[in-house]
């Protein structure tokens, strides 16, 4: 992807760029407050599909989010490095799993599209737009619907992990 690499103006913006499936997805960099490898994920019994369990961060325990479980895709590698997210309302820490991590990128608002009218309403409350340059395309997430208590609100988590309660 070609984009400017210079935050000079409100008119760019950097995005943590990562891989979930085969698409490119990106998320606000300010929003990611650290990357952590070899993260040891523990399960949670009951919890809802898309928390696939805990790790241990900085002396706090925080839910792990799958964003492939989120997308509806097939269960793939095990991720061994998470996303530590802080949602900037609430203060809540949590962990996004994805496929691959990979750099980040500036992104110009004069590339950014739009949600399509025809995507599915579950994921278009996961994504904020989607940035274009020759070739590739680069979806964006919204950090906000993507922590454990906004997504308990708001989605249906379908069958809890463990069975019913």
Known sequence: ??????????????LCRFRSGDDLFGIDAFAVLE????CEVRKVPRAPKFVVGVLAYRGEVLLAVSLRVLLGLAPGVEASS?????DTQTGELFALLVDQLLDVVTVAD???EPNPATLDDRLGLLFSGVYRAPGSSLVRLDPQHLQPSWLMQHLDSGPRIGGPR
């Not at 990357?35 to 070899?38: K, R, S």
């Not at 998470?82 to 802080?86: D, E, G, N, P, Q």
């Open 110 to 112: 004069d590339v950014w």
């Open 1 to 14: 992807m070609s984009y400017p690499d210079k935050l000079e103006d409100n008119s760019l913006l950097g």
């Open 82 to 86: 998470a996303m530590v997210l802080r």
């Open 35 to 38: 990357v952590v490898d070899g």
